[in-house]
């Protein structure tokens, strides 16, 4: 089947410092990977993705890579801020049918910034 | 745009009594999506339609659970004779098509506290 294995934490970084949260998966087909943020008390947001080996996907100083031949999808930020706080998950989803229709989402890393 | 949206907010219900939870999707959303977020089972996903059809229910935690659309709009998920380990976050998310590219994007959740 299909699964997304990434570090649960907390994490615990000064502000400023290098961020990265490991993301590793199996899938039956050819995933589409993508990385979702829940800041506390807030809903579930999309925060970057990639569709194909060797997509960057990026957004607010977010980047993550899809590497097919490591199966990981690492979530990299060069300087995080207080505000980067938050619960991150990884997940991929494949083609239809089967019951693959929906996310298969990892435990979820909780990140925390202290100034 | 209006994002997705579900209501009630919170429910608070007593053990074996029925519960419904709405969801409105983002407007031309063919595609809606129902997950299940617990502290011990992390983000599962249960359950999608595309139009009015769900093709899979094999996610679903047991036939206690249920879940229509109509109109190719507004779903519902009724769970039925509730237990105490129904108790979680119930999230709804909606996506332009259902293909593996498409980003899924997600209301802010029904707590769901069986007594």
């Known amino acids: 089947g299909n699964s997304v294995t990434q570090m649960e934490g907390p994490v615990t970084l000064s502000e400023e410092a290098f961020l990265t949260i490991n993301c590793t998966y199996t899938?039956?087909?050819?995933?589409?990977l993508f990385w979702y943020v829940q800041y506390p008390g807030e809903g579930l947001q999309l925060l970057l993705k990639?569709?194909?080996?060797?997509d960057k996907g990026s957004n607010k100083g977010f980047e993550a890579t899809y590497r097919k031949e490591t199966t990981s999808f690492h979530l990299e930020k060069g300087s995080v801020q207080v505000s980067d706080s938050a619960v991150y998950f990884c997940?991929?989803?494949?083609?239809?049918?089967?019951?693959?229709?929906?996310?298969?989402f990892g435990k979820g890393t909780h990140l925390i910034i202290q100034p | 745009g209006a994002g997705v949206s579900q209501s009630p907010s919170n429910k608070v219900t007593e053990k074996g009594k029925d519960v419904e939870l709405r969801c409105d999707p983002i407007?031309?959303?063919?595609?809606l999506y129902w997950y299940r977020q617990s502290l011990g089972q992390g983000l599962e996903f249960l359950i999608y339609?595309?139009?009015?059809?769900?093709?899979?229910k094999s996610g679903l935690p047991s036939d206690r659970f249920s879940a229509e659309r109509t109109g190719g709009s507004v779903s519902t998920l009724t769970i039925q004779r509730t237990q105490q380990e129904d108790s979680a976050v119930y999230l709804c998310?909606?996506?332009?098509?259902?293909?593996?590219?498409?980003?899924?994007?997600f209301g802010p959740g029904t707590r769901l506290t069986v007594t």
């Open positions: 899938a039956t087909g050819y995933p589409s």
């Open positions: 339609f595309q139009g009015n059809s769900a093709p899979d």
């Open positions: 998310a909606s996506s332009k098509t259902r293909d593996r590219v498409s980003e899924q994007y």
């Open positions: 990639a569709t194909k080996a060797d």
């Open positions: 997940a991929l989803k494949i083609g239809s049918g089967g019951g693959a229709d929906g996310l298969t």
């Open positions: 407007s031309g959303h063919t595609a």
